[in-house]
């Protein structure tokens, strides 16, 4: 079959609190982040916030260690996941590719080219497929194509979800088990699982199916684990003066507590590898909402990271998309069919996570709106768990 290369895809995470500002900055330079009708304010505003917002950020990472833990995981699944192709019988290179911090996506595609890799299996490391995750990185690596013709040479094939598969569900299943069995009283337990939110926009107008995803992923993974234990879903990380995925999980909490409910197992539903989502928002904020508002016995299911059951699928997940027909970029961000998979290319102003549209509702008043947020220091920036 010739040289075959996996690419992972993540978001990236600053490795020290230096980098957290210049990490910013790539974040909010990109316009999937936040559109402006004049592409010439794009980086200037990137500035600005990057420079306000940096010593807030910065905190929220010295609480954690000082950088993100991201990209020492995601290598550490590459060199996992490359050890399972091996023991299955395929030499397969492993790269990893990361939106806004080294090692960058354009910096794995040159390591590919360098390579000579001939077929590449394409697998972002969010096991539910959203615009503004797995949708912003096939968007990036579609125009990357388009502009370096010699990549044409390169057979490729895309994984765009893959929540449903056995493995994961199994290693979700074990994880959550292991945990509940710490407990004094398992059965009492409440299991919560945390996702991170998209703007209702995202499924209504584009056409989004992460909230179904989700939403099915829960109840599969309920399924497999195969325990009578109550559950709910909510949704984290909402930003910005749109509506969100509801419900949302600092309103859950609270409610969860006023029904008398003392024991919460939170279960992060949509990260397989811990970072400051995880470490912080949840760890942190969450723990601490949760005990002021009255649940004591508070538990935390860890990400995947590199678990074995969860990476040998990944590596059965490879080997599949190799021996099937392949999926392009087209299939995907821009599917033949009415639900569109992408907001519109057309320049719009917007605040989102790596998309979000407002179709010029709020026009002028919302990006005022947002510098004054800026400005003072209080408001919603606090894009993915970032800020």
């Known amino acids: 079959m010739g040289r075959i290369g996996v690419l992972l895809l993540n978001l990236g995470g600053p490795d020290t609190i230096e980098d957290v500002r210049h990490f910013l900055f790539n974040l909010f330079s990109d316009p999937e982040i936040i559109r402006l009708p004049f592409p010439w304010m794009q980086k200037p505003l990137a500035w600005l916030i990057s420079t ?33 192709l091996k023991e299955k019988g395929r030499e397969v290179k492993v790269y990893v590719g990361m939106r806004y911090w080294h090692p960058f996506t354009e910096e794995a595609i040159a390591k590919i080219k360098q390579d000579r890799i001939e077929k590449l299996v394409i697998l972002p490391l969010y096991p539910q497929f959203s ?18 013709i010699s990549l044409h040479q390169i057979e490729y094939t895309l994984i765009p979800s893959w929540y449903h598969r056995a493995g994961y569900l199994q290693a979700m299943a074990q994880l959550i088990a292991q945990e509940l069995d710490k407990c004094p009283h398992p059965d ?15 499924v209504e107008e584009a056409g989004d199916p992460y909230q179904r995803e989700i939403e099915d992923c829960t109840s599969k993974i309920m399924q497999t684990l195969n325990r009578q234990n109550n559950h709910t879903l909510a949704y984290q990380s909402r930003v910005g003066p749109v509506e969100w995925l509801k419900p949302y999980t600092e309103d859950s909490i609270p409610e969860l507590a006023a029904q008398g409910i003392n ?48 990476i040998g699928d990944l590596a059965d997940s490879v080997i599949e998309a190799l021996e099937a027909p392949n999926i392009k970029f087209a299939e995907v961000i ?35 709106g947002l510098l004054v947020e800026l400005m003072t220091g209080h408001g919603p920036l606090h894009f993915i768990g970032l800020l």
Request: glycine residues 6%; proline residues 5%.
């Open 188 to 202: 009492r337990v409440h299991i919560f699982f945390s996702a991170h939110g998209v703007p209702v926009s995202y």
């Open 52 to 84: 306000l917002r940096a010593k807030k950020s910065q905190a929220n990472y010295k609480h954690i260690g000082g950088g993100s833990p991201l990209r020492r995981i995601t290598e550490e699944q590459a060199v996992a996941l490359e050890t399972q």
């Open 263 to 310: 024991e919460l197992l939170v279960v992060p539903i949509s990260f397989v590898s811990e970072h400051i989502e995880t470490l912080q928002e949840i760890d942190m904020e969450y723990r601490e909402l949760a005990e002021n508002s009255g649940i004591h016995n508070f538990y935390r299911v860890p990400a995947l990271n590199t678990h074995p059951v969860f």
């Open 131 to 148: 615009i503004s995750t797995s949708g912003s990185s096939f968007r990036l690596l579609e125009r990357i194509w388009e502009q370096d």
């Open 334 to 368: 821009h599917p033949p069919k009415k639900a569109k998979m992408y907001p519109q290319e057309r320049w719009e102003w917007g605040l989102t996570t790596a998309a979000e549209v407002w179709n010029g509702r709020l026009a002028m008043i919302g990006f005022i």
